[in-house]
């Protein structure tokens, strides 16, 4: 079993609409825009980054905004709803809030005894703010302040026709069992970075989902270093996954593989973090572009549509 991984790293989702989606996270969720760049692979997109001051691992949601894309199908296959850390006592004041705005898809439940306040985002994407002791400290401005801030992730669900197999995979990963309810199986690392829970739901009738505007792309895990990453990178090898070779995303190393599935999975790095090109106090501000597409400035400066800070 694998010591190396400490919980999530980043979620990265889909979205239609670069404006809305950077206007939902900062000024309803209250997050920082912690960088402004392009998907690496496809520069004329946005890479849009939310977190916390620092864009601590374990608090990153990041988006490709693909003007106009069509609305994924919601099913196994992927991760469903994504869940972030609030302080405990504030469901209320985020119940309030989201409704100000107008968000859809308001609910209340409790899992595994936490009280979560559930809600969609611009493309339907499915979130939650989960009530937990946690002590990171959340990013605070545009009305929400420090007794109802976003400590980073919760966790995410997974969503699959069964657990056995990925249930395996996690373990193997470094999660262990903690508990199940109803056809929820609730996964943790012990000792991990406080995003370090990942739920499977398990849906033996529903049909797979079809990516789109709202899905998840893929959750990245987070090791501390390089070295850590190759040690994963060997182990997985060994038990027979496909893992891409080390990639650079400037801010982290990459390595990514498909669990069985059919969810992306990658593991990420902490360093060097986002402060390698430019200072926390200005993080996000100015469009950042890999050293490989900055050539591309002028033309990828006047087709990316401008965002409100
Ligand atoms: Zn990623």
Excluded: C
Excluded at 38 to 53: K, S
Excluded at 66 to 75: D, L, M, T, V
Excluded at 77 to 105: C, H, M, N, Y
């Amino acid at each position: 079993m694998l010591k190396q991984i400490k919980g999530l790293h980043h979620v990265t989702s889909l979205a239609s609409d670069a404006r809305e989606n950077n206007a939902f996270f900062t000024n309803v969720l209250g997050l920082r825009r912690i960088k402004k760049t392009v998907n690496f692979d496809a520069p004329d997109v946005y890479h849009l980054y939310y977190g916390d001051e620092a864009g601590t691992p374990g608090t990153v949601m990041t988006y490709f905004p693909f003007p106009n894309a069509a609305r994924g199908a919601k099913g196994i296959g992927e991760v469903g709803r994504t869940a972030f850390s609030i302080p405990v006592g504030s469901s209320q004041a985020w119940i309030d809030r989201l409704t100000t705005f107008e968000v859809k898809g308001i609910l209340q439940d409790v899992r595994f005894g936490e009280k979560r306040v559930l809600f969609d985002g611009p493309d339907g994407d499915q979130f939650a703010l989960v009530e937990s002791d946690d002590d990171r400290t959340p990013w605070t401005g545009n009305g929400v302040g420090e007794a109802m801030g976003i400590h980073g992730f919760h966790s995410a669900d997974m969503r699959l026709k069964d657990a056995g197999v990925s249930g395996e995979l996690l373990q193997f990963m470094g999660y262990e069992k903690l508990d199940q309810q109803d056809n929820i199986t609730r996964f943790i690392v012990p000792g991990g970075n406080d995003a370090n829970t990942i739920d499977i739901e398990e849906l033996p009738s529903a049909g797979h989902a079809a990516q789109g505007a709202g899905s998840v792309h893929h959750i990245a895990f987070a090791v501390e270093n390089r070295a850590r990453q190759l040690e994963v990178r060997e182990a997985l090898l060994d038990t027979g996954y496909q893992v891409t070779p080390v990639i650079d995303r400037d801010y982290f190393y990459a390595i990514y593989f498909r669990t069985p599935g059919g969810v992306l999975f990658e593991v990420a790095t902490n360093e060097p973090g986002f402060d390698r090109d430019e200072d926390t106090a200005h993080l996000g501000e100015a469009l950042k572009l890999p050293s490989r597409h900055e050539h591309l400035r002028g033309h990828l400066e006047s087709r990316l549509q401008p965002l409100d800070s």
